[in-house]
């Protein structure tokens, strides 16, 4: 089961990228909003954060990536893009993201279009797919 975060720049999100069929929902009150989509016989779900819950969720990341091992230029590469991160989704799918690399693409494509980051594996990926920080840089 692949777990991760999405971070994005923008409040209101183009998911363009997630391709077609993506489903919002959400119960009254913005409570439990989700997107849902399919690739290609897998389902995925993205788990909106709260609003009032990213600060403190923000906040808890950057002292996640002040304990790192990464150089420090890294480190504070990192936490000047989390400081423009607006929009936090919660990534649950059932295969690994090598077994469905078609997935990878498309959550780098939507961090590019948006602005952000993907977490997955204790790392922070770029748009482009490479590591900013986290044990899988080494």
């Known amino acids: 089961m692949a777990h991760g975060a999405i971070?994005?720049?923008?409040?209101?999100p183009d998911i363009a990228a997630l391709g077609?069929?993506?489903?919002?929902?959400?119960a009254s009150g913005g409570a439990d909003a989700k997107y849902e989509f399919t690739v290609g016989e897998t389902p995925v779900i993205l788990n909106?954060?709260?609003s009032d819950?990213?600060?403190?969720?923000?906040?808890g990341f950057?002292?996640?990536?002040?304990?790192?091992?990464?150089?420090?230029?890294?480190?504070?590469?990192a936490i000047e893009r989390?400081?423009?991160?607006?929009?936090?989704?919660?990534?649950v799918t059932e295969p690994e993201f090598d077994q469905v690399p078609v997935l990878w693409s498309r959550l780098c494509e939507l961090t590019r279009i948006n602005g952000g980051l993907v977490f997955t594996f204790?790392?922070?990926?770029?748009?482009?797919?490479?590591?900013?920080?986290g044990p899988m840089r080494d």
């Open 122 to 133: 204790n790392s922070i990926y770029l748009s482009d797919g490479t590591v900013l920080v």
């Open 20 to 26: 077609d069929g993506v489903i919002f929902t959400s």
């Open 62 to 77: 950057c002292g996640y990536v002040q304990q790192l091992r990464d150089p420090e230029p890294q480190r504070q590469d």
């Open 82 to 91: 989390i400081s423009r991160i607006r929009h936090v989704l919660g990534l």
């Open 48 to 50: 909106v954060m709260p």
């Open 7 to 12: 971070y994005l720049e923008t409040l209101q």
């Open 53 to 59: 819950q990213i600060p403190g969720h923000l906040r």
